[in-house]
């Protein structure tokens, strides 16, 4: 009996002990974050140094290079975020219809590792959010001026620009809701830098001279890729001078009005004005992001907290004349992450596995000692955290956008790194099949669609292979029943 008592106790103690060194987890999100645009990814904007916050976490942690998304656009990213599960699985194809809060969720299980969760920003899934210990959510896309939230008290309204008035919201679960005594994911999602791009008054004065240098590609003629690329959302023919740009509005953007301003040049002059204020967004995100490290590093937090950076997909900032997203190719597929946590993460790590946004569910529940659903489709990155890549970690990715409009059309493709396989089959290509096949280790800005071309027919067929198995292996309906159910749904709203 005494040797139970004692034996008991042990166990008594070392869950304690379990539990009280449970890191936090501070997740931050954005909406529209290029890869490109961080500073830690070593791109053309690397020595303007915006984000050196953002950065500092990859130098803490690690700079994940090859982390993509399940399909591309702002509502389905964060469907896969909260299920883990590609769209045909968790129901969310596009930005329009409903969303099924009631399927399972990690938030709905994290609780059982003795987290508290909350969400505090821009959701984008209609209807109320389920699960989170505490929520604040913005409606839509919410405003960049002045936003307004639903809370469980109802709507409320804030002063002040989104991107400061998000990290306040989270700051102030934080500091007076929060329960120290158990560990916490709280999720940082913020508005910016999502179209129309407008910053804080601060910002705006900082980038109101800045110079940026243009993408090789900002004057692609989509030659071998006409069909599906071209006419899509491009900074000539889309950007709009008055609402995107504000020259309507900013007096010091009237030399856009010019009539005089016209062909390459003013595609030019579109695309310093856009790179100004996409910029003069993400320097607000990014102070916000030191203002929450601030916080956990003043109340002795910071080395038990993981913090993790990423958004709901990358974006053009030029890259074929272009800006938004949606499209498979690495821009707008790829997204940015970044994460540290002190122990297990060793610092300025590059992590060059295939990640996937299906993958960020799985890791929280992990990170908590929470098993995740067998039907969660992502995987732990855990494992790679600590440089531990399982042998079996997937050698392909598997994408499919299914919204139509903005220039671009419905696809599906296969990724292994180094080569990518296009199928389009939406409105654009008139319902045909239209494919694309694109070496990216000797075209990396997918210029040159050798899809057609004899010397790759051996890769194309291994490719169409792989991509009939990952359909098989995610559980891919065929699209016309896709359409059904969606049509379906668009119906019942
Ligand atoms: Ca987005």
């Known amino acids: 009996m005494k040797l139970h008592l004692v034996s008991v106790l042990i166990i008594l103690t070392s869950c ?9 987890i501070l997740w931050l999100f954005c909406d529209d974050m290029a890869v490109n645009g961080i500073s830690a990814y070593d791109s053309r904007f690397s020595d303007m140094k915006i984000t050196p916050n953002i950065d500092r976490i990859a130098e803490e942690g690690v700079r994940f290079e090859r982390c993509y998304v399940s399909n591309s656009v702002c509502a389905p990213s964060r469907a896969t975020l909260l299920t883990g599960k590609h769209s045909h699985k968790n129901g969310k194809y596009g930005n329009i219809e409903p969303y099924n809060h009631d399927q399972m969720q990690f938030q709905k299980l994290i609780g059982q590792g ?15 959010i389920q699960g989170f210990d505490y929520w604040e959510t913005l409606p839509g896309h919410g405003l960049y001026e002045n936003p307004a939230f639903i809370t469980a008290e109802g709507k409320v309204r804030f002063e002040g620009h989104s991107s400061d008035v998000i990290a306040d919201r989270a700051l102030n679960w934080y500091n007076t809701k929060r ?17 129309d791009w407008t910053p804080a008054p601060r910002f705006v004065e900082a980038f109101k001279e800045a110079s940026f240098p243009e993408p090789d590609t900002l004057f692609d003629n989509y030659a071998t890729r006409e069909r599906a690329a071209a006419h899509a959302m491009g900074i000539g023919a889309h950007m709009k001078i008055g609402s995107d740009l504000k020259a309507d509005h900013w007096p010091h953007r009237s030399y856009l009005l010019d009539e005089n301003l016209k062909g390459e040049a003013l595609v030019r002059a579109k695309y310093q004005a856009y790179m100004r204020d996409y910029f003069a967004c993400v320097a607000g995100v990014d102070e916000n992001v030191g203002r929450l490290v601030q916080q956990l590093k003043d109340d002795g937090l910071y080395d038990n907290t993981i913090v993790m950076f990423s958004s709901d997909q990358g974006f053009y900032l030029g890259e074929h004349g272009w800006f938004d997203k949606r499209w498979m190719y690495e821009e707008s597929f790829r997204t940015p992450f970044v994460a540290k946590w002190k122990g297990v993460i060793e610092p300025s790590t590059v992590n060059e596995d295939l990640a996937q946004n299906i993958d960020f569910a799985p890791t929280f529940l992990d990170i908590a000692g929470v098993a995740a659903p067998e039907d969660m489709q992502g995987e732990s990155l855990v494992p790679l955290f600590g440089g531990q890549t399982p042998d079996d970690w997937r050698t392909s990715l598997y994408y499919h956008y299914y919204m139509e409009g903005h220039g671009t059309t419905r696809h599906e493709g296969v990724s292994d790194g180094n080569y990518k396989f296009i199928r389009f089959y939406g409105r654009k290509t008139k319902g045909e099949d239209v494919f694309e096949l694109y070496d990216l280790n000797k075209d990396p800005a997918e210029m040159n669609n050798v899809y057609g071309n004899p010397e790759m027919a051996g890769k194309l067929a291994k490719m169409k292979a792989e991509l009939a198995l990952l359909r098989d292996y995610y559980d891919v309906p065929d699209e016309e029943v896709v359409m059904m159910k969606r049509e379906k749904k668009e119906k019942s709203k």
């Open 16 to 24: 304690a002990l379990i539990r009280a060194e449970q890191p936090n």
């Open 114 to 128: 003795g987290y508290q969760s909350a969400i505090i920003g821009k959701t984008h899934l209609p209807g109320s």
């Open 179 to 195: 329960d120290p005594e158990k560990p916490f994911i709280l999720m940082v999602h913020f508005k910016a830098p999502h179209r």
